[in-house]
């Protein structure tokens, strides 16, 4: 609940182990209560090393650090999106060859099962009981499957930074099978060189590539062994290692690039170290590697040598990645520069500025010292003050500056922003005729910025509600014209609609505007009530319209729910999954070549067979943005049933009927309060499936009659619903048992609700939900509405196609 004021902070693997984790683990997690699906439709060394293709990065060509142990990515920082998969350079195995492969780790993935429990607990939690459930698995095991419990032990090792037992129990892995060899010997590697046992290391990775020819760790390799042999005083020996990846994939990474500059700097060429350093800091300014290049060059005294374009365009990476505290100082460096011009100095005192603001620490006096130039610095300026303004609500100095900014810099990006910031705060206010026209001014003015079609959606919305309806059916008409692919566009779809319906009396018209809507936007919320619409319009006949008729669904890709015979990377990503190294699942099935229709399915699956709904959800929602514009029918029911997934059914069921709810309308609210994670607790303290306050978690449990109720008790499924389920009864018997206005107290508190709900009136409900100012509560309202004619609809296609309806289970 209150979702809109909170973050994740944390998650634990079971309810009856909180005491333990609450000390031990702090997972940030997004916000899954202000998630919505509905998106726009268009939002779419050796010789075996991997080449790289121009135009497209490669497999882990980020700033993953290979010689950092333990230092393992996130399966989300590993997400597969847009990720190339560059090909191997040597022979690829024949199917025979990859078939037996394949076979042989799936009889290691049957023989470990029954370590997957342990394994996950042990990555999740380390604890000394989580180490000894698996290390006696693997004492009484011998074979692939004790070296899945080895490997499973020095992963967690590792993370520990417990090196030496991460190189024993690496070395049993290695002893005991093969089928994760190449894990075992990499993450030995790794615990090696931070143990400074770096001979030992170099044995490991020596011939790496040519023992595994199609690992996912070969375009790390040549870093880490690079790293090692100048552990070893062999600089010569890591330039080699380096200069044989030279144009593969392995280049690109910020990590390679570093160890690339150390190997120079330590052969005495200091010059191509320099330019490797400078590269790496300004090609890849976030990351790690970065800072220890610049403190390189620092320590080489050629810092110094950075021009103001380069050190500037850092300052602008720091702002745009939102470090601002590094972008002030960034800026505050280069106005020391000496031989600057005054437009300089003056672009990075307002630069500066801008970061204090992100701060909050900026004040009046701060802006109004800097130069009050006729350049964009000054507009920049000006739209500081502005902000200022606001942030106070000085309304007639906000006016004063935004009319002051329109004289005198009328085609600045900063007056567009100040015009947008401008109508957000007038929205707010109610004050809809002010919010008009500092939308409309924007969109007419700027029709190209980034906030032109939301500018101009508001607009026609906002003139909707004072009841100008041929100014808001105009807006709309454009909307639809200018803007076809925007976000916005299907609400203006739908209320030029309501409009044709209620104003024009043009039912055909209306017609097609709603049918454009369930033809492109299938599961939108518009979708749904554009059903109902059509439902009450009866038998109309739908009109040539050609400015909807050309608003059509965008091609679906392939996507199948079978997967390949021979392919031996899903094979080990499954047994992974057995060893709890979660972080390498998505890339290891990414490997495969042939994965483009089937990986997304694969991955996610793999995360529910050990009980990670929300992080199977999550991966296929990344996959899927198009999910929400597709039939039922267009995707196969494996992936709905996951994007729309059915755990806990019976207990869901049981606790509905007893608070006279629709069990859909319950599982679609946890869908988007917590994407079915059980053990999460949110920043702002909200417990579990339903996100219950502490305070009313103890509230419902006295009217339940439950006694010696404890907190950690919420993160107990079963309890959880229970008590959610009487306290969502309960929000709609205050709200009049009304769905829209529950699931906006639920999400924004009651008290909000009631004021919102005294701004109308409204002519329907729809109404009212797209009349919610916070977007976040408006999108949460929607996506839930939403969610339960979407899972209604799997449901029914399910039963059409004679198969089960969904895992509806415990």
């Known amino acids: 609940m209150r979702a809109c004021f909170r973050q994740y902070s944390f998650v634990m693997p079971a309810w009856r182990c909180v005491a333990a984790a609450l000390s031990l683990i702090m997972v940030v997690l997004p916000v899954a209560g202000q998630a919505s699906d509905d998106q726009d439709p268009a939002a779419r060394h050796s010789t075996t090393s991997r080449k790289k293709t121009s135009g497209s990065k490669a497999r882990g060509a980020s700033s993953a650090n290979a010689k950092s142990p333990g230092a393992t990515k996130t399966s989300a920082s590993r997400s597969t999106s847009g990720r190339h998969k560059p090909a191997s350079r040597g022979r690829r195995a024949t199917k025979a060859e990859r078939m037996a492969r394949t076979a042989h780790m799936r009889k290691t993935f049957v023989a470990s099962t029954e370590l997957r429990p342990m394994a996950q607990q042990l990555a999740m939690m380390r604890t000394p009981e989580a180490y000894a459930g698996v290390t006696t698995y693997a004492h009484k095991h011998t074979g692939e499957a004790a070296a899945a419990a080895y490997l ?75 790293n090692v042999l100048l552990a070893l005083n062999n600089a010569s020996g890591a330039l080699k290692v380096l200069q044989a990846a030279a144009g593969l994939a392995a280049e690109d990474r910020s990590a390679y690039q570093l160890a ?117 610095n000054g507009a920049r300026r000006l739209y500081l003050l502005m902000e200022l303004a606001r942030d106070r609500d000085d309304i007639v100095d906000q006016q004063r500056i935004v009319d002051l900014m329109e004289s005198r810099f009328g085609r600045s990006q900063w007056l567009a922003e100040a015009l947008f910031s401008s109508g957000n705060m007038y929205l707010l206010k109610r004050d809809y005729s002010h919010a008009v026209q500092y939308y409309k001014y924007l969109a007419d003015q700027f029709p190209d910025s980034k906030n032109a079609a939301a500018a101009h959606w508001r607009a026609g919305w906002l003139s909707y509600r004072q009841r100008l309806y041929p100014d808001a059916a105009s807006l709309f008409e454009d909307q639809i014209r200018l803007y076809p692919r925007a976000t916005e566009t299907v609400a203006a779809l739908y209320w030029r609609a309501r409009l044709y319906e209620l104003v024009d009396h043009k039912p055909a018209l209306a017609a097609a505007n709603y049918r454009a809507i369930l033809r492109t936007y299938q599961h939108f919320f518009y979708a749904q009530m554009s059903r109902e619409r059509l439902a009450q319009l009866g038998d109309t006949q739908t009109t040539t319209a050609s400015q909807v008729d050309r608003i059509q669904p965008l091609p679906l890709p392939k996507l199948v729910d079978t997967f390949p015979e021979d392919s031996p990377h899903l094979a080990k990503a499954r047994l992974l999954a057995n060893a709890g190294l979660n972080e390498y699942i998505a890339e290891e099935i990414a490997a495969d070549p042939d994965s483009e229709s089937w990986s997304a399915l694969a991955e996610a699956q793999i995360y529910a067979s050990y009980g990670e709904t929300f992080r199977a959800m ?104 229970r008590l959610g389920t009487r306290y969502l009864r309960q929000m709609l018997d205050h709200l009049g048992n009304v769905p829209e206005y529950a699931l906006a107290a639920y999400n924004a508190g009651e008290s909000r609700v009631v004021d919102w709900q005294s701004a109308g009136p409204y002519q329907g409900m729809d109404e009212f939900v797209e009349s919610i100012p916070f977007t976040q509560t408006r999108d949460y309202v929607q996506a839930i509405l939403r969610n339960v004619e979407t899972y209604k609809a799997i449901d029914a296609f399910a039963k059409e196609q004679g198969m089960e309806t969904g895992s509806k289970g415990q």
């Open 618 to 721: 999550r991966s296929l929602k990344r996959a899927l943005p198009y999910a929400a514009s597709a039939p039922i029918a267009s995707i196969p029911l494996a992936y709905w049933r996951i994007l729309f997934p059915e755990p806990y059914w019976e207990t869901i069921k049981a606790e509905s009927a007893k608070n006279n709810l629709d069990p859909y309308f319950v599982a679609s609210l946890i869908r988007q309060e917590s994407e079915f994670n059980p053990s999460v607790v949110s920043y702002a303290n909200a417990w579990g499936l339903m996100q219950l306050l502490p305070s009313v978690g103890k509230q419902m449990a006295r009217e339940e009659g439950m006694t010696h109720f404890q907190t950690f008790q919420l993160l107990d499924p079963e309890v959880n619903i």
């Open 260 to 376: 690339l500059g150390q190997a120079q700097f330590a052969l005495g060429q200091k010059d191509i170290a320099e330019r490797v350093f400078k590269k790496l800091l300004l090609d890849h300014p976030l990351s790690s590697e970065a800072q220890q290049a610049r403190a390189r060059l620092t320590q080489m005294g050629v810092e110094g040598t950075l021009t103001a374009q380069e050190l500037s365009s850092l300052g602008d990476a720091y702002y745009k990645g939102g470090r601002y505290a590094d972008a002030a100082e960034q800026y505050r460096a280069l106005m020391r520069m000496p031989e600057l011009s005054e437009r300089d100095h003056n672009t990075f005192a307002v630069s500066v500025a801008a970061c204090d603001w992100k701060l909050k620490r900026l004040t009046p006096a701060m802006v109004q010292g800097l130069a009050d130039t006729d350049d964009d």
């Open 152 to 226: 499973a032990l020095g992963h967690a090792y590792l993370l520990d930074k417990r090196y030496a037992d991460a190189e024993a129990a690496l070395r049993q892995a290695r002893q005991a099978g093969e089928d994760l060899a190449d894990f075992a010997d990499f993450l030995n590697a790794q615990a090696s060189h931070a143990a400074g046992d770096d001979a030992a290391a170099e044995a490991l990775l020596h011939g790496f590539l040519d023992r595994y020819p199609d690992s996912i760790f070969d375009d790390q390799v040549p870093e880490l062994e690079a």
